[in-house]
């Protein structure tokens, strides 16, 4: 079973830059697309930054100009710069990767790693 394994969260003050970084276990084929979601306390789930097969990205409007995302199917690797990080960043942030298999689409998650953002 491959495993995603997210790092470089942690406690940054406003302002502040944190790099995250998910790798897969094991090698992933067919590869659709990557993504970055975060969860705050009380709030669902929600889609941050994509990247695809391609290379084109996408990104929440709330972080548009701030985050980063990169990286690439041919690593099993994607990257979440994050710049100019206010409190309401604050979240627990989770790697997705989507792979096409026969039966359909299949998604891949990490275990999430925490950010917090003081004032």
């Known amino acids: 079973q491959v495993q995603l394994m997210e790092s470089g969260g942690g406690s940054v003050q406003t302002g502040g830059s944190l790099r995250l970084t998910c790798t897969a276990s094991?090698?992933?084929?067919?590869?659709?697309?990557m993504s970055w979601y975060r969860q705050a306390p009380g709030k669902q789930r929600e889609v941050v930054a994509v990247i695809d097969s391609g290379g084109s990205t996408a990104y929440a409007d709330s972080v548009k100009g701030r985050f980063a995302i990169s990286g690439g199917s041919a690593e099993n690797t994607v990257y979440l710069q994050m710049n100019s990080l206010k409190p309401e960043d604050t979240a627990v942030y989770y790697c997705s990767i989507r792979a096409r298999r026969r039966s359909g689409l299949y998604d891949y998650w990490g275990q999430g790693t925490q950010v917090t953002v003081s004032s």
């Open positions: 094991d090698n992933i084929s067919s590869i659709n697309i």
